[in-house]
C-alpha cells in the first residue's frame, strides 16, 4: 500500500507551489516537511519495525513464566519501503493536480 502520510503532503506541496509558485515562503516550509515526513516513512519507522521484530524474537526466548510479564508483542512493520513511499508520492502529485484542475 502506498504511504498516506507521503502522499498527503506530496499534494499539499503540489497545491501550494501551484498556486503560491515554487519561489515563495509557504512552498519551502511544505517542502521541508515533505522530506521530514518522508524520511520518517522510511527511515526512522523502519528502524523501528526492525526493533520491534528483534525485541519479539528475544521474548520468544524467555523462560517459562517470564514471558507473562512481558505479554504485548510490538508491531513489526511499522514503516514503508522507499517504493510504497514512491508511489504514495505520485499518488498525492496526482490527486492534487486533478483537484486544482477540476475546481480551480
Do not use: Q
Request: charge should be neutral; aromatic fraction near 8%; hydrophobic fraction near 50%.
Amino acid at each position: 500500500m502506498p504511504s498516506a502520510h507521503t502522499a498527503f503532503v506530496a499534494a499539499l506541496t503540489t497545491a501550494v507551489g501551484v498556486s503560491e509558485g515554487i519561489d515563495s515562503a509557504a512552498f519551502a516550509i511544505s517542502f521541508i516537511l515533505s522530506i521530514i515526513i518522508v524520511r520518517d516513512a522510511i527511515g526512522f519507522r523502519r528502524y523501528l519495525g526492525t526493533h520491534g521484530r528483534v525485541i519479539n524474537m528475544l521474548m520468544r526466548e524467555l523462560p517459562e513464566g517470564e514471558d507473562l510479564k512481558y505479554p504485548l508483542r510490538l508491531r513489526e512493520r511499522v514503516g514503508h519501503t522507499p517504493l510504497e513511499a514512491l508511489v504514495g508520492t505520485l499518488v498525492g502529485v496526482s490527486i492534487s493536480l486533478i483537484c486544482l484542475l477540476v475546481f480551480f
